[in-house]
């Protein structure tokens, strides 16, 4: 069965850095493309990032455009996201989701997901 699995977040300080990784399995990890997304206390899941198949190209929301990094080891079945100046407004839950036709970064684009790992940046 499909599973991935979230970890690196933790409580960093504003500025810091963070890079998350998503180890998948029970799929054909290269034939997906991968999404990163947080959610907020009392707010919708909102996309991060994503990254397709096999090709290395990457999409950015506004808000992390510039900071975040999104990359993906297939041999690994890994994708990962660096984050970097990290700001209060980043704490949320972020969870990595496969799509197999998703080009728009869309929750509902996205048929499994992770359990998510907390990101707190205090101030």
């Known amino acids: 069965q499909v599973q991935l699995v979230e970890s690196g977040g933790g409580l960093v300080h504003t500025g810091d850095s963070l890079r998350l990784s998503c180890s998948a399995s029970?799929?054909?990890?290269?034939?997906?493309?991968v999404g990163w997304f947080r959610q907020a206390p009392g707010k919708e899941r909102e996309f991060v990032a994503r990254?397709?198949?096999?090709?290395?190209?990457?999409y950015y929301a506004d808000s992390v455009k510039g900071r975040f990094t999104i990359s993906r080891d297939n041999g690994k079945n890994t994708v990962y996201l660096e984050m970097n100046g990290l700001k209060p407004e980043d704490t949320a839950v972020y969870y990595c989701?496969?799509?197999?036709?998703?080009?728009?970064?869309?929750?509902?684009?996205?048929?499994?997901w992770g359990q998510g790992t907390q990101v707190t940046v205090s101030s």
């Open positions: 989701a496969v799509t197999r036709y998703g080009i728009f970064g869309r929750v509902d684009e996205y048929e499994n």
């Open positions: 029970g799929f054909t990890f290269s034939s997906r493309g």
């Open positions: 990254i397709a198949r096999s090709i290395n190209i990457a």
